[in-house]
Nanobody
Framework: QVHLVESGGGLVQAGGSLKLSCAAS????????MGWLRQAPGKEREFVAT????????YYAGSVKGRFTISLDNAKNTVYLQMSSLKPEDTAVYYCAEVRGYTNSLTYADAYDYWGQGTQVTVSS
């Protein structure tokens, strides 16, 4: 069973930056991708960014492209999300998630097999 633990959330002013980390453990085989999704109060969980573990190909939601960067440290089994130029609308619980096998639906929450517990990001105006 894959175990994902996020860290790095917090309160930041608009225009500021935060870096989230997600450490994976318990993986007995190579997974396909790791990503970040978020859920704001009263809204559905939405895709933010993901990275394919073998190719390091990245995908971003349009709302964060150019502001957020996802990266991977394979040696540490850790994925990062560097968030810059944060906006109040980025406020949400951010979840790290992992996909076991190939899918062409990486932008859909249903594609992800394992989830972390989430970390709160709050951006004040």
């Amino acid at each position: 069973q894959v175990h994902l633990v996020e860290s790095g959330g917090g309160l930041v002013q608009a225009g500021g930056s935060l870096k989230l980390s997600c450490a994976a453990s318990g993986r007995t085989f190579s997974s396909y991708a790791m990503g970040w999704l978020r859920q704001a109060p009263g809204k559905e969980r939405e895709f933010v960014a993901t990275i394919e573990l073998r190719s390091s190909t990245t995908y971003y939601a349009g709302s964060v492209k150019g502001r957020f960067t996802i990266s991977l440290d394979n040696a540490k089994n850790t994925v990062y999300l560097q968030m810059s130029s944060l906006k109040p609308e980025d406020t949400a619980v951010y979840y790290c998630a992992e996909v076991r096998g190939y899918t062409n639906s990486l932008t859909y929450a249903d594609a992800y097999d394992y989830w972390g517990q989430g970390t709160q990001v709050t951006v004040s105006s």
